[in-house]
C-alpha cells in the first residue's frame, strides 16, 4: 500500500459528500415517514455509490482502496480464514469470562427488531451494506490518508474514528475498539479492502445470531 495513495483531496470530497447525504436525509424525512432501517440501508448504499464514483474520478483506480474484480475471490477467502482465527480467538476470551463468573454476551448484545420481516432488514443492512459502507470510508478512504504517518499512527487514528461513529458512552466501546484496531490491522496486510469488508460483516452477523438466541 502506497503511503499518500488517498490524497486530501479526496477524503475532503468524500467527507463532504457523506455528510451532505446524512444532512439532508435528516432534514427532508418527517419522522415515522419511512421504515428507518429501509433509510438508513438507502444512505449506507448512496454514501459507497459516491465515494466509489469519487474515488474513481480523483485517483482513476478504485485500488487506491484496495479494491479490484479481480481481486475480490481471493479477499473473500482470507476473509473467511482471518475471520475464522479471529473466532477461535473470541471464543477462547469468552470462555475466561465465563470462567470468572461474568457473562460475555452482554458485551456484544444487539437489540433486535421483534417482527421477523424487520429483522431480515436489520441483518441486510447491518450485516452486508453497512460493512461495506463503512469499510470502503474507514479503511479505503481515512486508513489509506492516514498510512502516509505510518502503520501505528494510520491504525490508532481510524480506530478512533471508528468508534466515535458509533458512541456508545457512557459503555465502554470494547466492540468497536476491537473491530476498528481488527479491520485496519487486515487492510494493512493484506492490501484487499475485501478482507476486512469480509471479517466485518461475517462479525456483525454472528453479534446478531448470538443476540437473537
Not at 480464514?81 to 469468552?94: K, M, N, R
Not at 474514528?161 to 493484506?190: C, D, K, M, N, R
Request: net charge positive; hydrophobic share 55%; charged share 10%.
Amino acid at each position: 500500500m502506497e503511503a499518500d495513495r488517498i490524497q486530501i483531496k479526496t477524503l475532503i470530497i468524500c467527507l463532504a459528500a457523506v455528510t451532505v447525504v446524512e444532512a439532508v436525509l435528516s432534514v427532508g424525512l418527517r419522522p415515522g415517514a419511512y421504515n428507518p432501517i429501509i433509510v438508513l440501508g438507502a444512505v449506507r448504499l448512496l454514501q459507497t455509490g459516491l465515494i466509489v464514483m469519487i474515488v474513481s474520478i480523483r485517483e482513476r483506480d478504485l485500488s487506491a482502496i484496495g479494491l479490484s474484480l479481480t481481486r475480490v475471490l481471493p479477499g473473500l477467502r482470507r476473509g473467511l480464514t482471518w475471520s475464522a482465527g479471529f473466532g477461535l480467538i473470541t471464543l477462547l476470551c469468552f470462555a475466561l469470562i465465563f470462567a470468572i463468573g461474568r457473562n460475555p454476551l452482554t458485551l456484544i448484545y444487539t437489540h433486535l427488531p421483534v417482527k421477523p420481516g424487520e429483522v431480515i432488514l436489520f441483518v441486510l443492512v447491518g450485516g452486508l451494506i453497512g460493512p461495506i459502507a463503512e469499510e470502503v470510508f474507514f479503511r479505503g478512504i481515512v486508513y489509506g490518508f492516514l498510512r502516509r504517518w505510518g502503520v501505528l499512527a494510520a491504525v490508532i487514528l481510524s480506530t478512533i474514528a471508528f468508534v466515535l461513529a458509533h458512541p456508545s458512552f457512557p459503555a465502554i466501546p470494547i466492540t468497536q475498539v476491537v473491530g476498528g484496531l481488527l479491520f485496519a490491522v487486515a487492510y494493512e496486510v493484506e492490501k484487499n479492502l475485501m478482507v476486512p469488508i469480509t471479517i466485518h460483516a461475517l462479525g456483525n452477523m454472528a453479534i446478531f445470531a448470538l443476540s437473537f438466541v
